[in-house]
DNA sequence: ATTGAGACCTGTCGGC
DNA sequence: TGCCGACAGGTCTCAA
């Protein structure tokens, strides 16, 4: 969705000023990184996995993340407030500006053919929407994996993209208990088990559902299924359980654990 | 090679 | 009201 929306205002667009306005992130910013953006002109505006990839046409590639509270918002004159700590002005008249409260988000600049080989984006698992992720390339990436379902799919290597409220709801979709070792989907050969084939369905069923939701104004009240909803009941037709809490590493993990096994 | 714990930051919320 | 701990939609590094 953030791609979505900031397509028209960036793609085909040039910077033409950038406002740099501390000199880190989660890292520091690259070298000479306003110099490296001022005057080139956006080619593409794509995203892999939770990576925004401006594809510019100096022949480098701006790399975005949002980490845990980044956001854009598209604005016409620059009223830079908290947070705000990077600003594009883009020759299409739009004011670009990211804010990050806690500055767990990036941006890195690389060559565009050097992109496959940048280290978080080179072993990125396949992105959940596409066709090459179903239940065989889900099972095969949990074969032998002796931690649970909800840190493996957690994992990025595993499928690219997923974050801790979609696991949560894919779970609970696949009616699979979130402690369950990741390795009981697949045979010990690698194979699909029935269970590899609800999970690969619910994740795929949960991101159509949020990108519905973000454009369509109609759906957007409806509510998480577990996520943050600690003590109340479950939505499964006929189960009545109550939605339970627990931590896995280091993060919530909602599951209702009559439902899903 | 995997896996878990801790680190990085700031804001918000509930309890006392 | 003020203070304090717990927690927040992510990823990286380090050590076992």
Redesign the pocket.
């Known amino acids: 969705m953030v791609r979505r929306s900031l397509d028209p205002v960036m793609s085909l667009a040039r910077f033409d000023d950038v406002e740099v306005r501390r000199p880190d992130l989660?890292v520091p910013f690259p070298k000479r990184f306003r110099a490296r953006l001022v005057g080139q002109t956006v080619m593409a505006l794509t995203r892999r996995?939770?990576y925004l990839l401006a594809t510019l046409s100096s022949g480098e590639t701006l790399l975005m993340?949002l980490?845990?509270?980044g956001s854009f918002r598209i604005d016409r004159q620059s009223d830079a407030g908290?947070?705000d700590h990077v600003v594009f002005h883009m020759s299409s008249g739009a004011i670009v500006i990211f804010n990050d409260?806690?500055?767990?988000g990036v941006m890195d600049l690389v060559a565009t053919e050097q992109l496959p080989t940048y280290?978080?984006l080179r072993l990125l698992g396949p992105e959940p929407l596409s066709p090459e992720f179903n239940a065989a390339a889900l099972a095969r990436a949990c074969r032998g994996?002796?931690?649970s379902l909800k840190?493996a799919l957690?994992d990025?290597r595993v499928v690219a993209g997923l974050?801790?409220?979609y696991v949560s709801e894919a779970l609970h979709i696949a009616r699979l208990s979130p402690q369950r070792r990741a390795s009981t989907i697949a045979t010990p050969s690698g194979l699909p088990r029935e269970s590899a084939h609800r999970l690969s369905a619910a994740i795929k069923q949960v991101l159509t559902e949020a990108i519905d939701r973000a454009a369509n104004a109609a759906y957007r009240s409806a509510r998480f299924r577990v996520y943050d909803r600690e003590g109340e009941r479950c939505r499964t037709l006929r189960c009545g359980g109550t939605i339970k809490r627990r931590t896995q590493?280091?993060?919530?993990t909602f599951y209702c654990p009559d439902c899903q096994r």
């Open positions: 989660r996995a939770k993340h980490g845990m509270s908290p947070h409260p806690r500055r767990f280290p978080a994996k002796k931690t840190i957690l990025q974050g801790n409220i590493g280091g993060r919530s």
